[in-house]
């Protein structure tokens, strides 16, 4: 009965609404919201995302003692740069290429020391922090994105480590390896339209551009 | 044990319900349409269908290490072909590299060959740089690419899963009959792919 309860609440769920929540007229939180969202519209940060945590995950719960503080401080320190403008924002080949490196390890599930996962993920974190910058917002406006980055991405990552750590039937485990490939060769994929002939990016109007660094500024914007 | 995971696949659920889509409606249409038209690039092909299906059944054919080592070694390997395509290296005769693939694979598990793993490996992963190459060279400029990537390798993923699921039938006599006619069907799409028929 319970497990009938919570398939029918989860299907429920499903069908809410969620257009309003794009829309919220309460000052500040359109920018907490957006900075919540950050690491998922921006498809470099939820790629290294993915991969990191799949990485870290993978290698068990003493690794994820150290690599989950090793990336909330890698957050800490790379969002207050790039709040105070030191950053503007970190070429998507130096978001993709660590996220390429993680899934190719995922995929071959070898063991690594617990001071590789730290400098890692702390790495990680520093990049996606340092990649926030709140654009168009200033002031306490800023300051809310930022927090609701650091939740956003501190949320997703720790559900991820979780899940993968749970993860212990074979089949499983091979699951985290097939994800792993998937996050590599999306990656890779990236990484090589880096090194791309000019092609016009609608988007832009203009030729050439990185490919992955189309910034939804509506997110970080008022409504 | 098991109800940890269900909590925390509950809660994961949650997350993931409370996110508002329309952050791809509204001004990233770039983002949605990139990875929609990333997603149905597979699919709309049945060369690439057939093609990745024969892989999921061929490893499920192969059983054990096979059954995991292909899913995994072939997105690998089909990025590689895909981003040769993407910065405009030449590749000769990639459709017909992909109807042939979806016959030698089909032929395979028609016949119900069991090549050593090396050697299945290989003959994966060289199919996969034609469907990696078409994917990359057919990237539609107008798409966001990273969101493109990502819908194709998850399709791309998915069928090899479809592929696997149906494999598993194997275990059972009429099963085994089924998935050897199924290589029999993936291997005469694939002729009709290369005589032009279809």
Redesign the interface.
Known sequence: MNRLR?SLL?LA??F?P??A??HTPIEGVGFF?GGM?HP??I??HL?LLVGAGLWIGQQGIRHIEVGLPAFVAGLALGLPCAGLGYVTFIP?PFL?APAALAG?WV?SAWPLPREAIGVGALAAGLLIGLDSAPGTAEGRDALFMLIGVALGAG??LI?EL??VE?F?RPWQR?AV??L???V???A??????S???E?????KGTAGGD??E?R????NSEP | MNRSVSRIAALTAGFLLASAAPVFAHSEGGLGGGFISGFTHPLLGWDHVVAMVAVGLWGAFLEKPAIWILPVVFPLVMALGGSLGVVGVPLPAVEAGIAASAIVLGAMIAFALKPPLPVAALIVGAFAVFHGHAHGTELPEAANAIAYCIGFVIATGLLHLGGIAFGLLVRWPQGRIAVRAAGGVIALVGVAYLTGVV
């Open positions: 919570t989860v769920l499903s809410l969620s257009l929540r794009a919201y969202l998922l519209v498809p470099a790629l998507a993709v190719l995929a949320f997703l559900h979780a899940l749970f212990r091979i390896r097939v792993g490939s998937w590599a060769a999306i890779l994929m990236v990484l090589a339209l090194f791309a002939p092609r016009r990016d609608s988007e490919p992955a189309v939804p500024d509506s997110v």
